[in-house]
């Protein structure tokens, strides 16, 4: 019985590794790039892309259950479907698949109404499933700490309806075991769909003022021209992933990313803890400075 990890060497992915190995899971690693395969004893890793159908199958034979996370990528429906169909072949009957909060709600924005396609394929095929449905990643703000700490600005657009933030931690160790559940259930489990929020919902105001706190210092939430924001992207990502992004802050404006009823509770005793706020990351992220 062995558990295959996509998106091996990302930040989610590599967590995810981590936690099924202390866990005493059979884990293969799926990496486009070998060289970047810095993985604990014991994993198995594979090379393999999810354009190449033979490195797909190759890389499937044998796999029980399967991890499956598609970067933000021109092509990612392509790219899911093609893993799907090629794992339902495969005979694997157990998923976790790593969507996105709202996808049903977010329509224009492109990956949003990429992973929904997905969820549409997952659920019509019937194939037996977790669909984990995360909000904005706390850890993205990582890529903003300048900004933050030299100009005194928090620059994301996240407006005043509040985004239910999640550490990427919790991401990984929430999808290590429902692949654990799913792995070692004595039938497939039934599809099923779980939202993935943090502790606390926060507006841009209300995420200044936590650096305001931490930094001990004013902090101004500076975002709602996203417009800007498309401009100050295209810096460092290209142009059509800076759009995409423009979008999903247009809609952090319009709908917010807020939690469901129970979604909290549900996470917190699936973990046997607290989930991890922003004023944790925020902190920790000054104190590595």
């Known amino acids: 019985m062995t558990i295959l990890v996509t998106g091996a060497t990302g930040n989610i992915g590599g967590q995810v590794i981590q936690h099924l190995v202390d866990r005493g899971a059979d884990v293969r690693a799926l990496v ?14 594979v090379k393999g892309d999810f354009l190449d159908i033979d490195s797909l199958r190759t890389a499937f034979d044998g796999v029980s259950t399967l991890f499956l996370l598609n970067a933000v990528a021109p092509d990612e429906f392509t ?12 005979g694997i009957e157990r998923i976790v698949y790593l969507s996105v909060i709202h996808p049903d709600v977010y329509v224009n924005v492109p990956h949003f109404a990429g992973k929904f396609g997905v969820e549409r394929m997952i659920e019509q095929m ?32 996240v407006g005043t309806k509040g985004l239910a933030m999640i550490d990427v931690r919790d991401i990984a160790e929430i999808a290590a075991l429902e692949l654990l559940r799913r792995e070692q259930a004595a039938q497939p489990l039934p599809l099923t769909r779980i ?19 931490v930094l001990a210092r004013p902090i101004n939430y500076g975002g709602g021209d996203t417009a800007a924001f498309e401009q100050n992207l295209k810096q460092f990502m290209p142009p059509w992933m800076a759009y995409d992004m423009r979008m999903m802050g247009e809609r952090f404006l319009t709908d917010g990313m807020l939690p469901e009823g129970g979604d909290v509770e549900r996470l917190t005793t699936l973990l046997g803890r607290p989930l991890r706020s922003y004023r944790d990351f925020a902190s920790e992220a000054v104190a590595a400075a």
């Open 126 to 157: 019937g194939l037996a499933a977790t669909i984990l449905r995360p909000a904005y990643f706390i850890q993205n703000d990582l890529t903003i700490k300048d900004v933050i700490t030299g100009y005194g600005v928090y620059p994301m657009p």
């Open 195 to 213: 939202n993935l929020v943090g502790p606390d919902t926060l507006t841009g105001t209300d995420i200044a003022a936590i650096w305001s706190d």
């Open 79 to 90: 790219q899911a479907l093609i893993a799907l169909n090629v794992a339902r072949s495969a």
């Open 32 to 45: 486009r790039d070998s060289s970047k395969a810095n993985f604990p004893a014991g994993v198995a890793v």
